[in-house]
């Protein structure tokens, strides 16, 4: 039998397409409980017998419904109430636990069709609609495949027994399905926009090109991309007809959407206005190619490579060397401000360098959401159409920032501003982590703001408040929540000052000078004034000096190692990594020491030498605080022990990396004693490996991941680390770096 699938017999009424396949699929998956089916077509039956679908069948219902554990409605929306009307004379008949559901693509005028046939929702009855179909349709097209990662919905009431709602959840996982709930006006509002829309314009195309003389001409050299548009007009018209009037409201309200941003267009296209036309194509088409990755589970979102694909792991031999000369991607913190301060800006900037991983890339696309117009990224170049400060437009939903929190924390300050409201959303791993930092003083500014249990993401953010400048002491130095204050404190009145409680990056407050806002500094304490204005600026985003930290330390304990990490931002504020790896007898110089845009740069230098444990001076773990994984590394090889204290932050990363880095360097032999806010870690010292192989779980925390790629250079066996698809979040390009200066790491899919 289907693996959770208990029910001992099946009716399907309906034995078309959907009903076919479903049947199908459920003998593909290994249910051999009896399938019977009532159709009104008597061929159908036959034909559905004589595929070997259906045990047995009849054109009346009274006929099949003896005995049946779970009933399948799959008739046209229009049919449903007459259907059901006779279902509720007969149901008597059916197992006394019986369980009905649907299949109908909209649920309103089902539901509506329940209470007119039984006079109520019964509890036992569980509306739901397959997100699957063809063009083509019958019996004869049955597919066992059609549900195969597909998306199934299911609508179940307040007061529907749960027990039905699992078991009919059990009936779709077994063709391979996803199940997901929702309410059923929500159902209805979202059917209509992604399905039913597209319906109505291909139909509406399709018959308008027909009806011209040259249509003929105008077939006979269509491209691709016209077939491909107009293919679903060759769907079931009555169908469609049915689903148009069972669902008229909603499809008119999409169409009414749909006609504002056709006649914005038109009057773009009349004016010549070609921002306008850029805005909407571009955000078009990086909205496509984030769509097509959901379809395909890729990488766009690695949550969803994670939950449906399988889970990335690395297998990285021991030994290797290092040498050579590469560039790591851009700043991940410089390109989120980047985007962030251009879309606020007067004027075009143009930034090269940008850094195209995921993180970042949601962040284009949020403002893209808000109606800004960005070219690129191509190559690491993007050009951000600033709107102005009070330009930015309501988006259609929540912003979605993957598994960044910078984005998310800077985008709560920057959005506290705003006369629209709007809601923060991110992957597992973001949801999990604490938001009240920036949430609690927004709200002595004035800002509305609402956030899940214990303060934690999604964001509800309420626009249209009068915001007041404060002066704020941060209980604990995060450059993440001053950055949040300034960037509301551009919309607040009077003056916003943050004192901090120990140096941390400053990349806000010299991002925002380029762009023509006064910030002032002075000690630990920095303030702006609001109401300004920021104007376009070109940036050339530096190397990201986290990125290359994990270079640094493969080089740095790897005998033989020479490795020059070139264009490397050294920002006083981030080079800890620097300070601390020199501390320990590294040999790295810093060569080409220049200017962009107001951040310094500089090639990195970095040959083996012999490392020692030290005491991390508390004054460099705030600079230090997103590469402790890598130096822990470091630590294991060093000669002595290196004690870390103050670095409680590490707890609330996007996982404990602390009790991570532990426990993986447990399972690899290395002597050390975790604290509450820190660690002491014994190395190793010597030329020869400095510890066993062993399997890792990087907890989905890409740091953790290619920390422990790096500790196989001085592993005697192999390491094997599991949950590494998020790498892609700050790292694009991480595997191929890693083998060209000398790493052996191969990439494996796991299964869930």
């Not at 909209?106 to 006079?119: P, Q, S, V």
């Not at 530096?542 to 270079?551: E, G, K, M, N, V």
């Amino acid at each position: 039998m289907a693996v959770g699938l208990r029910e001992s017999r099946i009716l399907i009424v309906g034995l078309g397409l959907i009903g076919g396949s479903l049947a199908a699929a459920l003998r593909a998956n290994g249910f051999r409980g009896p399938i019977l089916s009532c159709d009104p077509d008597a061929d159908e039956i036959a034909r559905g017998i004589e595929m070997g679908l259906i045990d047995r069948g009849d054109t009346r219902l009274e006929s099949v419904v003896e005995g049946a554990t779970l009933v399948v409605l799959a008739v046209p929306v229009l049919a449903m109430e007459s259907v059901m009307a006779q279902l509720a004379g007969v149901i008597d008949r059916a197992a006394p636990d019986v369980v009905i559901t649907d299949v109908g693509s909209t649920k309103a005028a089902i539901r509506e069709a329940a209470l007119a046939a039984f006079g109520r929702m019964p509890a036992n009855l569980v509306l739901g609609h397959p997100i699957a179909g063809s063009e083509k349709s019958g019996v004869a097209a049955a597919d066992a495949g059609l549900y195969a990662r597909h998306k199934v919905i299911l609508t179940p009431e307040a007061d529907t027994d749960p027990d039905a709602t699992a078991r009919v959840r059990a009936l779709w996982a077994a063709t391979g399905a996803e199940v997901l709930e929702m309410d059923v006006a929500r159902h209805d509002q979202v059917l209509a926009r992604t399905s039913h829309l597209p319906h109505l314009l291909a139909f509406s195309l399709v018959d308008t090109l027909a009806r011209q003389d040259e249509r003929l001409e105008i077939f006979r050299y269509a491209a691709g991309g016209f077939r491909d548009f107009t293919r679903i007009a060759g769907s079931d018209p009555v169908m469609w007809r049915d689903i148009f009037i069972a669902n008229r409201d909603a499809v008119l309200a999409s169409l009414d959407d749909f006609e504002a941003g056709v006649a914005r267009l038109r009057r773009a296209v009349e004016c010549g206005d070609g921002d306008a036309m850029l805005a909407t194509f571009d955000r078009a088409s990086h909205a496509r190619h984030y769509f097509e990755s959901l379809l395909n589970q890729t990488s766009y979102q690695a949550e969803y490579q994670m939950q449906q694909h399988g889970k990335l792991r690395y297998r990285v031999s021991p030994g290797g060397g290092v040498t050579g000369r590469i560039r790591v991607p851009g700043d991940k913190s410089i390109s989120h401000r980047s985007i962030m301060l251009g879309a606020l800006a007067e004027g075009v900037t143009e930034v090269k360098g940008f850094l195209e991983g995921e993180d970042s890339l949601a962040t284009l696309q949020a403002f893209r959401e808000m109606g800004v117009a960005i070219e690129g990224p191509q190559q690491g170049r993007v050009s951000v159409h600033g709107v102005g400060m009070h330009g930015l437009k309501a988006p259609s939903g929540p912003l979605y920032v993957g598994n960044a929190g910078t984005a998310m924390r800077l985008f709560a300050g920057l959005l506290a501003g705003q006369a629209f409201d709007t809601e923060l959303t991110g992957d597992a791993s973001l949801t999990r982590r604490p938001m009240g930092r920036v949430a609690d003083p927004l709200r002595q500014m004035g800002a509305e703001i609402d956030t899940a249990e214990g303060g934690r993401p999604p964001l509800h953010i309420h626009g249209g408040k009068a915001l007041e400048g404060i002066s704020y002491d941060m209980p604990m130095a995060s450059a993440q929540v001053k950055s949040c204050l300034l960037l509301a404190g551009l919309y607040a009145q009077g003056e916003t000052r943050v004192r901090e409680p120990a140096p941390t990056r400053d990349h806000t407050e010299r991002m925002l000078t380029g762009f023509g806002y006064r910030v002032h500094r002075e000690g630990d304490t920095c303030w702006l004034e609001g109401g300004g204005k920021l104007t376009a600026a070109p940036i050339d985003v530096p190397s990201d000096i986290s990125s290359a930290t994990f270079f640094l330390v493969a080089a740095a304990i790897t005998p033989g190692s020479d490795l020059i990490l070139e264009h490397v931002g050294i920002n006083p504020t981030r080079i800890g990594v620097i300070n601390i790896l020199q501390l320990m007898g590294a040999d790295l110089r810093l060569e080409n020491e220049h200017e962009v845009g107001g951040e310094p740069v500089a090639d990195l230098h970095i040959r083996y030498a012999p490392l020692k444990g030290i005491e991390i001076p508390v004054d460099q773990v705030p600079l230090a605080i997103d590469e402790f994984p890598a130096l822990f590394i470091a630590a294991a090889n060093a000669e002595g022990t290196t004690r870390l204290r103050g670095a409680g932050e590490l707890r609330v990363k996007e996982s404990d990396r602390l009790q991570a880095m532990a426990d993986g360097l447990g399972v690899l032999g290395v002597e050390h004693s975790l604290r509450e806010d820190g660690i002491d870690i014994v190395g190793s010292g010597g030329k020869g490996v400095s510890y066993a192989g062993g399997r890792i779980d990087s907890l989905g925390d890409h740091r953790i991941a290619m920390a422990f790629t790096i500790a196989a250079l001085r592993a005697s066996e192999e390491i094997v680390i599991d949950d590494c698809a998020n790498v892609a979040t700050s790292f694009p390009g991480f595997i191929d770096l890693a083998r060209r200066v000398g790493l052996s790491l191969e990439e494996q899919q796991e299964a869930s």
